[in-house]
């Protein structure tokens, strides 16, 4: 099972992520555990400066920005 977090302090830019990542599993069909990461230390310990942020099993995919869903998915399934 995939573990999907998203950092970031609850900004629009955050949200909108979090939305397109859980519409992104759904269409794959994957099964995932999600976790919101607000925590600044936390969120820097990943080594992320710019949130919102993707991290996909311990990677951080995408930083700064609300990638496409097909990047999302792209992203996910690798």
Do not use: H, R, W
Not at 8 to 31: D, F, I, N, Y
Not at 51 to 66: C, F, M
Request: glycine content about 8%; some cysteine; charged content about 25%.
């Amino acid at each position: 099972m995939k573990e999907i977090k998203i950092l970031g302090t609850g900004c629009p830019k955050c949200k909108k992520l979090m939305e397109q990542t859980k519409q992104a599993v759904a269409e794959l069909g994957l099964e995932c555990n999600f976790e919101k990461i607000e925590d600044i230390q936390k969120i820097i310990a990943y080594g992320v400066m710019m949130t919102p942020a993707l991290v996909v099993d311990g990677q951080v995919k995408a930083t700064g920005k609300v990638p496409s869903l097909d990047d999302i998915k792209t992203m996910i399934s690798q």
